[in-house]
């Protein structure tokens, strides 16, 4: 791949928030403070590296260049509040002045912050991404770079090019997270298509196994716009989010690695941002996992209090920790845990009573589990069991991506319900698991 020749950043500066009758005395009162606040750090930051596991923070000169960094100047993100849901209103509170100094100070911090809008996000991401783009170009072009920051350009290159597909594509693109070197340089982003401070609905849709920034942001980012095309997203009402926001697991790793445990946290963590942004304008918000992703959503919703109004799996391998939707939270328990499986999708039917110990959970297009389940035959369905059936959820046309977009837009009334597969016991083999679907013509 071509290295990108990115041009400078120039530092972004933010139109002042509108006034309100409850914001205009703190707004007039940093006013007249933030010069005095401000007199001694113009100096930028060091460009910043944040990863999840890798324990403390490092700079941009301890990783990159592996010297000492810089003392950083004092920044208006240091007097950020820990509370997410706090701090649309502390951001809200700064001057102008104030907010163009954190984004051009304090990028990374800004770009990773749960509850403030995502255009703030967005514009903080946007300078952390051009940033790492010059700098980490400029070493490869030296022959400087290691293994770990060559993964750093490559994720950074993929995002910069599904961003600017998105928007081409749906006429408006957040970048609302972004890690390059999270987990080693596996990488952690999310793009939306739309604008996820103003859209009435929401989708946040999860990869399953293979997945990441540099190889995987293009197939997540196809799937994301599908939907957002789907349900209508170009009339301004729809905001989607292609979320590739976890270390997802190989298929030589997939039953004993935890990272199902780490990504539920990490999505959840996420959707609570979103809503903490929204404050009293809240979307109606549908989270989509698709194979292993639907692992990792439905222990989301089972151990982190997922905040979704609606839960979809689909391709589902297992439910991981829950047993039943009865798991879950009552908002999703009550009738809003969906399940989309092709008959003749191979991975779905890696789980139940066909895999032993059952390593990732039961599957949740079965009585058993309760979920609604909903048509999703491929267009092409063959006579056998096979693996291509499984990538093709999100294709246009399908009866599965008309009902996601059904979902997605609260029109529940236009999913076409498919029945669910069942145990069954027959003389020679004992208990098998029987799919009416595969019955069904398409």
């Known amino acids: 791949m071509a290295p990108i020749e990115p041009s400078r950043p ?16 703190p707004q007039e009162k940093s006013a007249t403070t933030a010069k005095a606040q401000q007199k001694g750090t113009t100096a930028a930051r060091p460009l910043e590296f944040t990863s999840a596991y890798e324990g403390p923070k490092k700079t941009g000169f301890e990783k990159l260049a592996g010297g000492n960094p810089v003392q950083a100047a004092a920044s208006p993100a240091d007097g950020a509040p820990t509370d997410a849901k706090a701090r649309a209103g502390w951001w ?3 001057s102008a002045d104030q907010q163009t100094q954190a984004l051009n100070t304090d990028s990374k911090k800004i770009g990773s912050m ?3 809008p995502a255009s703030v996000r967005d514009s903080a991401n946007r300078i ?6 010059t700098q980490l170009t ?3 072009g030296k022959g400087k770079l290691s293994g770990e920051k060559q993964k750093q350009l490559e994720n950074a290159q993929a995002v910069q090019k599904q961003l600017e597909r998105t928007e081409k594509e749906a006429g408006t693109a957040q970048l609302l997270v972004y890690d ?11 793009i939306v298509a739309g604008n996820l401070d103003t859209a009435k609905n929401v989708s946040v849709s999860v990869p399953g196994l293979n997945s990441d920034v540099r190889s995987y942001m293009d197939n997540i980012t196809n799937d994301s716009l599908h939907l957002f095309n789907a349900a ?41 941002g979103i809503r903490a942004s929204r404050e009293g304008n809240q979307p109606h918000l549908t989270v989509i996992g698709h194979s292993y992703g639907s692992t990792t959503a439905s222990i989301a919703a089972d151990k982190e209090h997922l905040q979704a109004d609606d839960l979809v799996l689909i391709g589902s391998p297992g439910a991981g920790s829950a047993k039943t939707v009865k798991d879950y939270d009552p908002q999703l328990a009550n009738g809003h845990v969906w399940s989309g499986s092709a008959s003749k999708d191979l991975v779905t039917w890696l789980n139940g009573n066909n895999m032993p110990g059952d390593p990732l959970g039961q599957d949740p297009s079965e009585d058993k589990f309760g979920a609604q389940r909903f048509t999703a035959e491929a267009k092409d369905r063959g006579g056998h069991i096979n693996t291509g059936d499984h990538s093709k959820y999100y294709q246009e046309g399908s009866e599965s991506l008309n009902n996601l977009a059904d979902i997605v837009t609260g029109n529940y009334g236009g999913v076409d319900r498919a029945k669910a597969r069942y145990d069954k016991w027959e003389f020679p083999k004992g208990h098998v698991v029987k799919d009416p679907e595969a019955e069904r013509r398409v």
């Open 92 to 94: 809200k509170g700064l």
């Open 114 to 116: 749960d509850g403030l």
């Open 232 to 272: 209508g997203g170009k009339q301004g009402s729809v905001a989607s989010v292609a979320w590739m926001g976890y270390d997802a697991p190989n298929f030589t790793n997939v039953a004993s690695d935890n990272a199902a445990e780490h990504g539920a946290t990490l999505l959840a963590s996420d959707v609570a």
């Open 128 to 133: 952390q991404l051009k940033n790492e783009l």
């Open 138 to 140: 400029a070493e490869a």
């Open 10 to 25: 120039q530092p972004i500066r933010l139109p002042p928030p509108a006034k309100t009758e409850a914001s205009a005395k």
């Open 180 to 190: 390059s070197a999270f987990v080693k340089g596996e990488g952690r982003a999310a």
